[in-house]
């Protein structure tokens, strides 16, 4: 992860029943990474899949191109400790010169 800024994750169901209350449990899971990382405030989006498998996406948005190594793989624990039942992949670019954050 530490050679690319995190872009997204998509947290993947390991069966058909999806991720029960995903909406409520993401909003309560930016809001403890917002502790941690305030100046990620307003960067993240985070939405429920709404097709199946039914997980949940969350991505960064706004002038956020990406989330420095340690915010991604804080926010990769919190996915998966929130979502024990599903996979939690991280997608990412490369960074650039000049990326700041």
Request: proline residues 9%; aromatic residues 16%; glycine residues 12%.
């Amino acid at each position: 992860m530490k050679e690319f800024k995190v872009v997204a994750f998509w947290i993947r169901p390991k069966d058909e029943q999806g991720l029960p209350g995903a909406e409520s449990l993401l909003e309560a899971l930016l809001h403890t990474f917002y502790q941690s990382f305030p100046e990620y405030e307003g960067c993240l989006g985070a939405f429920p899949a709404p097709r199946g498998p039914h997980g949940a996406f969350v991505y960064v948005s706004g002038s956020c191109n990406g989330l420095l190594p340690g915010a991604g793989e804080y926010l990769q624990y919190l996915l998966a400790q929130t979502f024990p039942q599903a996979e939690v992949r991280w997608y990412g670019r490369p960074w650039g010169l000049g990326d700041r954050r």
